[in-house]
Nanobody, 124 residues
Framework: QVQLVESGGGLVQPGGSLRLSCAAS????????VGWFRQAPGKEREFVVA????????AYANSVKGRFTISRDNAKNTVYLQMNNLKPEDTAVYYC?????????????????WGQGTQVTVSS
């Protein structure tokens, strides 16, 4: 069983950047696909991006393509989410999730393990 801890959230002005980290422990990290989801107040949790076990394949939501980049370092058991050109509509709690699959799930229910979330606020 894997445990996930997100970090790197904060307050940033529109157009700014943040890098989120998702650190894993307790499992064989390279056996898990990892996804990032976000949830704004009053809204459902939505898919942001996912990366496969090796890091060679990724999938992005249309709303973040060209602005966000996911990567992973299996030696460090960590997945990163680089977020550039942030917009107020990116404001949400960001969660990382992991699942033992060779696919790239884009539905929250497909993931077995979740972190506690980190708040990202984009505001001037």
């Amino acid at each position: 069983q894997v445990q996930l801890v997100e970090s790197g959230g904060g307050l940033v002005q529109p157009g700014g950047s943040l890098r989120l980290s998702c650190a894993a422990s307790g499992g064989t990290f390279n056996s898990y696909a990892v996804g990032w989801f976000r949830q704004a107040p009053g809204k459902e949790r939505e898919f942001v991006v996912a990366i496969n076990r090796s890091g060679g394949t990724t999938a992005y939501a249309n709303s973040v393509k060209g602005r966000f980049t996911i990567s992973r370092d299996n030696a460090k058991n960590t997945v990163y989410l680089q977020m550039n050109n942030l917009k107020p509509e990116d404001t949400a709690v960001y969660y990382c999730a992991a699942d033992r699959t060779s696919y790239l799930p884009q539905v929250p229910g497909s993931y077995d393990y979740w972190g506690q979330g980190t708040q990202v606020t984009v505001s001037s």
